[in-house]
């Protein structure tokens, strides 16, 4: 008879003592300080026409408030920040820049010397953290229009809508299902790109302004109906994000030690001590976005011995970019392309190992089986194939490709319902949340104003 110790899958909490848990998570980029924000800024050749404003999706000004940090104008830059995009401050820490504004930064390419873009990320970030806390919002609210919004989640779609909203002096009600305002943000985000308290002190900032009343553990199509906000309030918006996980459809899925990714990373953003957190010596995380990178370097920043990454096409079509890629790297973990998944398996109960199909690319772009399998021993297994929106019931919205149909201005089927961020097609990113919320803000309040009283 083996040694029964053996046999039993190795998930541990306290792998890493307090300390280098604290140093694992923290503050993943240090920030500038006064000096190298200014040599940073001097960078700059504040282009005309700049792309890295036409590549920023909520078209912030980034020469305009780069000048402004050049010039020792460090406030003005925030407002230049803020004026576009109210939560600049987590853009700058999760954005992904490099595919983004510093991807297209005029410098990357300096008489093909190939020069670093500036670090755009890291001075709207300088920007921001400038501000004083304490100090009075930094807008104020046009005059009381007696219109009234409800705001269903409290993600940053349904935070920049609101404060949109609440600026043109509108009453705004937002509706949050969790007991904690922030989405993912909050819930889902890597904890060392926002460490701390901070999804919590945005909050409380953007809803500063005044005129917005938050109700959380209210959950439409659970709490509250569609119907009645639509009764009750002149205009709806909906920024649901996207709860639900996609189904990986294999044997062995309900063996313990499986995963979701979301639920794990939502678990492990709100722990008050990480040694508590159990992990497994050795990961295998199924997925290829920015999810699966994250689950897997916090893993490995939780003390997992080997994490391994895999994905079933190649490095090129991964969802997560590049710099996430060599960032997971970096962190220790090993990433496997072209391996389908087959089946988990298990011991006792435990999932005890992942079975993988290796596939290549068909002339016509689909997975063909090669011939042969890879089995990875495992004791903790994420899955991590994306997330899916769950509509709140049967509330007469028009879909599309499984997500709230809208038009440009993030208008819904129904004339009075407006919907943005994850819940909505588009880019899956915190800056496209922000940008539906303040697009949508904008239209319904051209609506409210042509709807008179
Ligand atoms: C693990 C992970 C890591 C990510 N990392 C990055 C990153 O590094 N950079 C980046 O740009 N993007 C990242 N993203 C994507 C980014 O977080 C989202 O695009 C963004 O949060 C979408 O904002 P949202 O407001 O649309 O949705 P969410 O942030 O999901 O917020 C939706 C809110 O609505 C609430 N809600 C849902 N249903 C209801 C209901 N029926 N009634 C009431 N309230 C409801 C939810 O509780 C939630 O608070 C990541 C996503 C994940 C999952
Ligand atoms: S592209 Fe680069 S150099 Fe040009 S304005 Fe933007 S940040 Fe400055």
Redesign the pocket.
């Known amino acids: 008879m083996g040694d029964e110790t053996m046999d039993k899958a190795d998930i541990q909490a306290g792998r890493l003592d307090s300390e280098a848990l604290a140093e694992n998570f923290a503050d993943v980029h240090q920030p500038l300080d006064q000096t190298a924000a200014l040599v940073e800024a001097q960078r700059c050749y504040f282009c005309y026409d700049a792309p890295c404003t036409a590549a920023c999706p909520t078209g912030i000004d980034v020469p305009g408030f780069i000048r402004a940090i050049a010039t020792g104008n460090v406030s003005g830059a925030a407002m230049t920040i803020l004026t576009e995009n109210i939560l600049g401050g987590s853009c700058a820490r ?3 820049t490099e595919i983004l504004c510093q991807g297209v930064c005029v410098r990357n390419n300096v008489d093909g010397r190939g020069d670093q873009p500036v670090a755009i990320g890291m001075l709207q970030r300088h920007a921001i953290d400038h501000l004083d806390p304490a100090a009075a919002h930094p807008f104020l609210r046009a005059s009381a229009t007696g219109k009234s919004v409800a705001v ?7 935070l920049a809508c609101a404060h949109g909203l609440a600026r043109q002096g509108h009453e705004v009600t937002l ?4 007991t904690k ?5 909050e819930f ?3 904890a060392y ?1 926002v460490p701390d308290n901070f999804a919590q002190e945005e909050v409380s900032f953007v809803t500063a302004i005044g005129g917005i009343d938050m109700r959380y553990g ?5 709490d509250i109906a569609l119907d009645d906000l639509r009764r009750d309030f002149d205009a709806v918006f909906l ?5 639900g996980v996609r189904a990986l459809e294999v044997p062995g899925g309900d063996l313990a030690g499986v995963h979701n ?2 639920d794990y ?1 939502a678990a492990l953003r709100q722990a008050d001590n990480l040694a508590a957190l159990p992990v497994g010596a050795k990961v295998v995380v199924i997925g290829g976005g ?2 699966a990178i ?1 689950i897997a370097v916090q893993s490995k920043r939780l003390g997992a011995d080997d994490v391994t990454l895999v994905y079933r096409r190649g490095p090129a079509q991964m969802g997560a970019t590049v710099h996430e890629q060599e960032f997971a790297q970096i962190n220790g973990v090993r990433i496997k392309h072209w391996l389908r998944p087959l089946r988990l398996e298990g011991r006792g109960g435990e999932v005890r190992a992942a079975v993988f199909a290796a596939v290549r690319q068909s002339d016509d772009g689909s997975l063909l089986d090669a011939g042969t399998e890879q089995s990875l021993p495992c004791d903790m297994v994420f899955k991590a194939v994306g ?1 899916a929106f769950v509509p ?1 019931g049967d509330v007469g919205l028009q879909l599309a490709a499984g997500r709230i149909a809208v038009d440009q201005d993030g208008r819904t089927s129904l004339p009075d319902v407006w919907a ?4 909505v097609a588009g880019e ?6 922000v940008q539906d919320g303040k697009i949508a803000a904008r239209a319904i309040d051209l609506f409210l104003r042509e709807n008179g009283s």
């Open positions: 999760v954005c992904p269903v989640g409290a993600g940053p779609a349904g509706f949050e299902a969790r305002p922030g989405g993912l943000n889902g985000i890597a790109k209210l959950a439409l199509g659970r920024g649901l994000g996207q709860d990714a979301v990373i920015n999810t994250d997330q709140p943005g961020g994850d819940c899956d990113l915190t800056v496209q949340a």
